[in-house]
C-alpha cells in the first residue's frame, strides 16, 4: 500500500490540525494504522494506533485527551485530529501501515506550532 500524508502546516498554540493519509494500492481495512512523529533532534515516536477489525485505539501519554485517530475504510484514508496544539507537537509526522509482512510509510507532513 502507498499512503501520502497531507494536512500538515503552522498553526498557533491552542489551535487544531487535522491530517489525512490516503491508501492506494490496497484497502487498508486490514491494516493496523498509525501515525508517529519525529522532532528535530529526536527520535521518531508512536502518536496514535488504530487496529483493522475492531477499530480500538491507542494513543501515547503526552497526546491522550486531544488527539483523535480515526479512519474511513470506504475512503481509504485515516485521519489524525490534533487539538489543543503545543509548540512540543512540532514535528514531521509520518502515517504507517501494517498487514502481515507489509509495513509501509508514508513522507511525512510537517506540523509547525508557533505564535
Known amino acids: 500500500v502507498q499512503l501520502v500524508e497531507s494536512g500538515g502546516g503552522l498553526v498557533q498554540p491552542g489551535g487544531s490540525l487535522r491530517l489525512s493519509c490516503a491508501a492506494s494500492?490496497?484497502?487498508?481495512?486490514?491494516?493496523?494504522m498509525s501515525w508517529y512523529r519525529q522532532a528535530p533532534g529526536k527520535e521518531r515516536e508512536l502518536v496514535a494506533t488504530?487496529?483493522?477489525?475492531?477499530?480500538?485505539?491507542n494513543y501515547a501519554a503526552s497526546v491522550k485527551g486531544r488527539f483523535i485517530i480515526s479512519r474511513d475504510n470506504d475512503k481509504n484514508t485515516v485521519y489524525l485530529q490534533m487539538n489543543s496544539l503545543e509548540p512540543e507537537d512540532t514535528a514531521v509526522y509520518y502515517c504507517?501501515?501494517?498487514?502481515?509482512?507489509?509495513?509501509?510509510w508514508g513522507q511525512g507532513t510537517q506540523v509547525t506550532v508557533s505564535s
Open positions: 494500492g490496497s484497502r487498508i481495512s486490514r491494516y493496523v
Open positions: 504507517r501501515g501494517r498487514y502481515g509482512v507489509y509495513d509501509s
Open positions: 488504530i487496529t483493522n477489525a475492531a477499530g480500538t485505539t
